[in-house]
């Protein structure tokens, strides 16, 4: 079957850096999607791999890894704002996501 | 886990047609069915959300007479493309609200291609 795995949930601190990790096994593989949700809002673009390695874009930065079927956000310098759930989406080779159920970031001061 | 699935996954039609696309929840009940439009490596936008056995509420610059939504039951919410025109063609994909905590999932998309 088609599954993606990201945490539930983890908090960090201002100024700080997280990972957020996440699994995927899909049937073919066509890029791995990152975008960040706050409550109530429609999901924000965050960034697309679709080739091995770091993408870096200001402040947060994605890595993925397709023989491992793994990506990761990176967020550095937290701030306040960036208390969002983040939704990991892997496109399968017919070109449908698969959606993980979102890693809920919280950050404190 | 709770799944969402959409129907078609997609679409080719002509110019003028109406295109139906279902989207249900599998294993929850939906309150609230959400959809949207996605262009290439863009945020998701916003098209409508509808509660189940009232009328949709449409984000500003969606035309209702044109993206037709349905959510007919706690399960099932469709939207339906009239008219179709080739500007139209895009990814489209729902969400549904509901389950414990009122967690929100995606469904997988449908492409729409018009001629």
């Known amino acids: 079957g088609q599954n993606i795995d990201q945490p539930t949930e983890m908090t960090a601190t201002e100024g700080a850096i997280v990972q957020i990790n996440c699994t995927y096994q899909?049937?073919?593989?066509?890029?791995l999607f990152w975008y960040q949700q706050h409550a109530g809002e429609a999901p924000t673009f965050l960034s697309y791999?679709?080739l091995d390695g770091l993408e870096e874009k200001g402040r947060f930065s994605s890595f993925l890894s397709r023989s491992k079927g793994y990506s990761y956000l990176l967020l550095k310098e937290l701030q306040m704002k960036d208390s969002a759930s983040y939704l990991c989406?892997?496109?399968?080779?017919?070109?449908?996501?698969?959606w993980g159920a979102g890693t809920k970031l919280i950050i404190k001061p | 886990g709770a799944v969402v699935s959409q129907h078609p996954s997609r679409v080719i039609c002509k110019s003028g047609t109406s295109v139906k696309i279902e989207c249900r929840s599998l294993?929850?009940?939906?309150?609230?069915m959400f959809w949207y439009r996605q262009f290439p490596k863009q945020s998701l936008m916003l098209m409508a959300t509808?509660?189940?056995?009232?009328?949709?509420?449409?984000e500003q610059g969606v035309e209702k007479d044109k993206f037709l939504i349905n959510h007919a039951s706690l399960t099932l919410s469709t939207l339906t493309v009239t008219s179709a025109h080739p500007e139209d063609s895009s990814f489209y994909i729902c969400?549904?609200?509901?389950?414990?905590?009122?967690?929100?999932?995606f469904g997988p998309g449908t492409r729409l291609l018009v001629l």
């Open positions: 989406a892997a496109m399968d080779s017919n070109y449908q996501l698969i």
């Open positions: 791999n679709v």
């Open positions: 294993d929850f009940q939906a309150t609230t």
């Open positions: 509808s509660n189940e056995g009232s009328k949709a509420t449409y």
């Open positions: 969400s549904a609200r509901g389950g414990a905590g009122e967690t929100q999932y």
């Open positions: 899909t049937s073919g593989f066509n890029g």
